[in-house]
């Protein structure tokens, strides 16, 4: 009797869909290695937007304590300068126009790359790839003189132009599998219904690709926000400086004063961490989606 129920038991957990606890070894290190990963994430972050409460005496006194009292006027103060608000401007459009930019000519570049066969297609793409090897910082004296013959020296589109063509080679990776995993069949309805093939790529495609380009829209804003060294060579005028560029000058202004360096430093992070952390969950699907293509 207790023979066959012990059979029984044993079939059933065999049986698809039923759940068997099967302590795994490695869970536990698994575990910690991500709260490790996690705390050396998010503690200097912390750290940095915590300090900005404290003052300068405090942070010397106390360096890991927490604020006592909590001083808002580091914060005030710097929401209230128009200086800081004008290197937010100043970001956001490098960032918008960089976005635009990258993810435009990347998804007309992966469309073809992936729906359109022609002579050499593998090899365009293997060039793409190969940019992901070139180092930004290899070509900061070339595109100075470029961007100088231009005339776009302290001008927006002298930083975006440069950091768009940087970020075409992970768009085109990330949209590629993503547009070629779409039905053919799909395709000759479209065709068949009158519609051309700029028309799919507009009305069809670009919908049902909208998780692979919401990725690498963030991809391309946050790295956009946290350029500095091209920046640094483009932009000289006080008035078209980023937000990092504000970060490093405010630094120097504020020698003396750490907390408000710090608190200038969190200001300067808020709107990349709120950017990417609301299109946490759609960067996933993106990449996730494009790994299965």
Known sequence: MALATADRVSRHAAEPGVTQDIRDPFKPFAYFLALLIAGVTIVPIAYVLISGFRTTADLGARPAGLPQ???LGNYSGILADSAFWQLVFNSTVIAVVTVALTVGTGSMAAFALSRIDFKGREAWFTFFTLGLLFPQSVALLPLYDLIRRMNLLDNPLGVALPQAAFGLPTTIIILRPFMR?????????????GCSRLGFFWRILLPLSRPALLTVSVLSFVASWNAFILPLVVLTGADHLTLPLGVSAFAGQYTADTARILAFTGMS?????????LAE?????????????
């Open 69 to 71: 009292p909590w001083d």
């Open 281 to 293: 969950r759609r960067i996933v699907g993106g990449l996730t989606g494009a790994v299965k293509g």
């Open 269 to 277: 992070m808020v709107p990349a961490l709120l950017f990417f952390s």
């Open 181 to 193: 995993a779409i039905p053919v069949e799909l395709e000759d309805s479209a065709v068949m219904d």
